[in-house]
Structures are given as C-alpha cells and as structure tokens.
C-alpha cells in the first residue's frame, strides 16, 4: 500500500495550492479518503474528507468555504483544492484511506497513511 502526497510548498497568504495524493496496493474505489494535517507542536487533526463513491465530503469548520476535496477513482487519485491559505494553514499535509463507513473525521479510524507534504504559508 502507498499513498503519495504532492503539491505542498511555500505560498504566500491569501494564495491557492492544490494538493494530490496518488494511491496504489488497495482498491481505491472502495475507500474513503481524507486529509489530516499537523502543524509543529500540535497532533494531527482532521481537514477534509470524501466517500469511496464522492457522493459525500466532510470538512473541518476552520476549512470550510476555503478548501475542497474530490477524487478521480479511474487515476487512483485524491485532491485537496485550497484556497485563500494564511499562516495558520502551515503544516505537514497527510492523505489518509479508510473503509467506506462514515463518520470521517477520526484519526484513529483510517488504516493507510501517506508521508504527507509540506504547505508552508507566509505572512
């Protein structure tokens, strides 16, 4: 199983990154995904999340309106749209896969983790 994180980098504020996280070694199509982010000093906390079949999503209130998630199953393949990002948006980006039940926002419910990848914001 890998998940691959892309896309993170040094933006500056009120600017956009668009986050990818390629999968393989599971069937993607049958998984939920997420993102999780942490930030130096803080655990992990949940930002966004969609269904195996993209019907549902599920964002962290401090994303809401400024970040979206989609999948493309046919590449294997989540995303994570952000937008208008500040400094507090700055840490270590994580995708993360779970079995296809909700809810989606609990760490210690997704089975297959990514490295993850840098977003660094600056004021």
């Known amino acids: 199983v890998q998940l691959q994180a892309s896309g993170g980098g040094l933006v500056q504020a009120g600017g956009s990154l668009r986050l990818s996280c390629a999968a393989s070694?599971?069937?993607?199509?049958?998984?939920?995904m997420g993102w999780f982010r942490q930030a130096p000093g803080k655990e992990r906390e949940f930002v966004a999340a969609?269904?195996?079949?993209?019907?549902?999503?599920d964002y962290a209130d401090f994303v809401k309106g400024r970040f979206t998630i989609s999948r493309d199953n046919a590449k294997k393949t989540v995303y994570l749209q952000m937008n208008s990002l500040g400094p507090e948006d700055t840490a270590v980006y994580y995708c993360?896969?779970?079995?296809?039940?909700?809810?989606?926002?609990?760490?210690?419910?997704?089975?297959?983790w990514g490295r993850g990848t840098q977003v660094t914001v600056s004021s």
């Open positions: 993360a896969a779970k079995d296809p039940s909700g809810p989606y926002a609990y760490r210690t419910d997704y089975a297959y």
């Open positions: 969609i269904s195996w079949n993209d019907v549902n999503s």
């Open positions: 070694g599971f069937t993607f199509s049958r998984y939920a």
